[in-house]
């Protein structure tokens, strides 16, 4: 049973939201294009469900880390446009000072702990946020978003182990867009089903349309519940897709554009702006502000970006350690 009802204002949220992800990444991808971003940049369009209906369900007090497809996540947890553009440009207004750029997303305040370009990397370290929750005596949860290939990692064996052995508050989302960069999961595994690797850990796991966030949302909901109740971590595949490459410099000639169509004639955007419609929750002229607004939101941020300054070559030296706690690095 849902703990968090699916209201009007959801759908609404949810509609403005995702279409903040979708037009920011489409930005993104232009500029990229004329290289004002440079280095890896990898965009998350087609993908938006899976974080609007986990966002619906977690508290302000939740974390959430994740692979480096990750501007999206960045803004699902809070984070402002700007900031997250600054860190694309390698700015100084960045969320991570222009030092992480695409791949490296990251705020304490929100409660977003990255961004890891490492595959897999995120899986262990997800899991010790949730361990730090429960040693403090906390009601929080960790939600560890990881791809389908990084499934395939030895450190998700590990650490599936040890989180159901300490019932650990934390859920673990693998984003299954059906590739591995430009490997289809039929091809790394016998078992494409890749929830019932949670099988083998007595964990609880379960498949997951993750182009329909009404779908995401009851199943995130049922996991949040069962982790705030101290019955451990879940394993949820989420089954998206993404309409571009895996990363701006992939052609994605390895897939279809019958297949790509199939996907986009279900696009998240677009159901949740029938729903609404459909169901009297808004009309079109409200449609028209939000589009508006979003488009007014980027174009803020890329301003923003184009105005603010370099790194000092001086922030080479900094935050390569936690200062206040080694403070003999100085010496």
């Known amino acids: 049973m849902s703990s968090v009802e699916i209201t009007k204002d959801t759908y609404l949220h949810w509609y403005e939201q995702m279409l903040l992800m979708r037009k920011f990444e489409e930005k993104s991808g232009q500029l990229y294009g004329q290289q004002k971003i440079r280095g890896f940049c990898h965009l998350y369009i087609g993908q938006e469900a899976v974080l609007a209906g986990a966002m619906s369900v977690l508290g302000p007090g939740d974390s959430m880390i994740t692979a480096y497809r990750d501007h999206a996540h960045a803004l699902a947890r809070g984070m402002s446009a700007n900031e997250i553009m600054a860190e694309l440009y390698g700015k100084a207004t960045g969320c991570s000072k222009g030092k992480g750029g695409s791949m490296h997303m990251f705020s304490k305040e929100h ?3 990255g961004g890891h370009g490492i595959v897999g990397g995120q899986i262990p370290l997800g899991a010790g946020i949730a361990f730090a929750e429960k040693y403090n005596g906390t009601t929080n949860v960790n939600v560890c978003y990881m791809g389908d290939g990084a499934v395939r990692q030895g450190a998700l064996n590990e650490t599936f182990n040890m989180a159901m052995l300490w019932k650990l508050p934390v859920i673990f989302v693998c984003e299954n ?50 982790a705030r109740n101290g019955e451990g971590p879940t394993f949820l595949e989420m089954r998206t897709y993404r309409y571009k490459g895996h990363s701006m410099s992939d052609p994605a000639k390895y897939r279809t554009k019958e297949e790509v169509e199939g996907y986009k004639a279900k696009d998240p955007i677009e159901v949740v702006k029938k729903a609404i419609l459909d169901n009297n929750y808004a009309d079109a002229a409200w449609i028209g502000e939000i589009d508006q607004k979003i488009k007014d939101i980027v174009e803020e941020s890329v301003k923003f970006s184009e105005e603010s300054p370099w790194p000092d070559p001086s922030e080479l030296y900094k935050d390569v350690y936690a200062q206040e706690n080694y403070p003999f690095i100085n010496n």
């Not at 867009?177 to 490997?183: C, D, I, L, P, R």
């Not at 999961?185 to 796991?205: E, H, S």
């Not at 199943?219 to 949040?224: G, K, L, N, R």
């Open 177 to 226: 867009n059906g590739y591995a960069m430009g490997t289809s999961v039929a091809r790394t595994t016998n078992m494409v089903d890749i929830y019932k690797i949670g099988l083998g850990f007595d964990m609880p796991c379960a498949p997951v349309d993750g182009m329909d966030p009404v779908a995401v949302h009851n199943a995130m909901d049922e996991a949040v519940q069962r």
């Open 111 to 113: 409660k977003f702990f």
